[in-house]
Every structure is written in C-alpha cells, then in structure tokens.
Nanobody, 114 residues
Framework: QVRLVESGGGLVQAGGSLRLSCKASGTIIRIDDMGWYRQAPGKERELVAAITSGGSTNYADSVKGRFTASRDNAKRAVYLQMNSLKPEDTAVYYC????????WGQGTQVTVSS
C-alpha cells in the first residue's frame, strides 16, 4: 500500500511564502509523475504543478512565476515552493504520485489572507 504524507500548509498573509512537502512510502516500484493539485471551496480540483522523474515541470498558468515544484527521487519526495501568495491561492493542496496507478495525499490547507 502506498501512502503520501503532506506537510507545510498554514495561514499566511498575501505576498508571503509557504513550502509544501510530500513524501511517499510503501510498496511502489517506481514513481513517474509527482505533483500537486488544489481544490478551493465550491470549485473543482485543479492541477497546480507536475514534475516528471527527469525533472521536467508543468504549471497552471495562474501560478507560473510564483510557484516552483521540485522533487528528490531518492527520498520519494515532492515539494512546492509558493511565493507571492494571493488570496485566490487559498485551497486544500493535495500531492499525488503516479506509476501504473495514481496515489493521493490527505491534503493540507493553505489559507492566504488579504
């Protein structure tokens, strides 16, 4: 069974920064893509950032230039550095890891006050 554990969410003022972390454990042979989705109240879950095992990244237009995804393959970890946060970034952030299936973390709340 694969488990993803996130940390690093919290409350921050607009313009501030947060760093999210997510580590995978359990029986997973390889991890292809890892990344982050978010879901704000009343909205659908949306992709924030994805990063391949080779380090190629893909970002939502709304976070380009502000968020940076990175990963440590040896630790089976993925990170999300979030800078210049805006109130509209407020959401529950979920990390994921994909091999032949997709696995999800439990979510971590990020709240940005104006």
């Amino acid at each position: 069974q694969v488990r993803l554990v996130e940390s690093g969410g919290g409350l921050v003022q607009a313009g501030g920064s947060l760093r999210l972390s997510c580590k995978a454990s359990g029986t997973i042979i390889r991890i292809d893509d890892m990344g982050w989705y978010r879901q704000a109240p009343g909205k659908e879950r949306e992709l924030v950032a994805a990063i391949t095992s080779g380090g190629s990244t893909n970002y939502a237009d709304s976070v380009k230039g502000r968020f940076t995804a990175s990963r440590d393959n040896a630790k089976r970890a993925v990170y999300l550095q979030m800078n210049s946060l805006k109130p509209e970034d407020t959401a529950v952030y979920y990390c994921y890891a994909a091999d032949d299936g997709i696995y999800w973390g439990q979510g971590t709340q990020v709240t940005v006050s104006s």
